[in-house]
């Protein structure tokens, strides 16, 4: 199976600072054929479902605001948010849909200061 | 829009059996792939199962092969998890997804 790892677990951020988390897996999610990275970005509000955010390490789901930036490539990626903001309070999951089992990370919580 | 909505959560007993359904809406259900996945209470998630839009090819976790089958029915627009054996440790929300798109889960109790 591929492990997902993500970094830090929580981390809390003020109002309008940028903010980078990390996700690593335990192998390439770069498909040779078509150039492509089977990685995913999912927002978790608090009792509410996972919401899709970024597909394909770097695509932004439609309706998603451009503050959310996916990046990476392989097996190291990165979300990060340019500006976060009070509504952006939520656990992030990255997920590899590059074979099953598909697999997530742990998450990472952004809490807002 | 589109609408995942998922039912038959409930309280069960060690060993009993339960099935899921998700009716999908605002999109052609018979195209996509279907998934559920669970989270555990104030626990991350974790993918138990894939079908193809034809049924043709099915996947599952280890922790839930043997006990779990996923199926659909396309003239319904509806996916289905039967879930026999259950153990305490199936307690969860219980979400369907078409790999956008999430319902708002079913809630799985197992417990004595």
């Known amino acids: 199976d591929i492990v997902m790892t993500q970094t830090p677990s929580s981390q809390a951020v003020s109002a309008g600072e940028k903010v980078t988390m990390s996700c690593k897996s335990s192998q390439s999610l770069l498909y040779s054929e078509n150039k492509k990275n089977y990685l995913a970005w999912y927002q978790q509000k608090p009792g509410q479902s996972p919401k899709l955010l970024i597909s394909w390490a770097s695509t932004r789901e439609s309706g998603v605001p451009d503050r959310f930036i996916g990046s990476g490539s392989g097996t190291d990626f990165t979300l990060t948010i340019s500006s976060v903001q009070a509504e952006d309070l939520a656990v992030y999951y990255c997920?590899?849909?590059?074979?099953?089992?598909?697999?997530f990370g742990s998450g990472t919580k952004l809490e807002i200061k | 829009e589109v609408q995942l909505v998922e039912s038959g959560g409930g309280l069960v007993k060690p060993g009993s059996s339960l099935k899921l359904s998700c009716v999908a809406s605002g999109f052609t259900f018979s195209s996509y792939g279907m998934h559920w996945i669970r989270q555990a209470p104030k626990k991350g998630l974790e993918w138990i199962a894939l079908?193809?839009?034809?049924?043709?090819?099915?996947y599952y976790a280890d922790s839930v092969k043997g006990r779990f089958t996923i199926s659909r029915d396309n003239s319904k627009n509806t996916l289905y998890l039967e879930m026999n054996s259950l153990r305490s440790e199936d307690t969860a929300m219980y979400y369907c997804?078409?790999?956008?798109?999430w319902g708002q889960g079913t809630l799985v109790t197992v417990s004595s």
């Open positions: 997920e590899q849909y590059y074979d099953t089992p598909l697999t």
């Open positions: 997804a078409n790999g956008v798109t």
């Open positions: 079908i193809y839009y034809d049924s043709s090819n099915k």
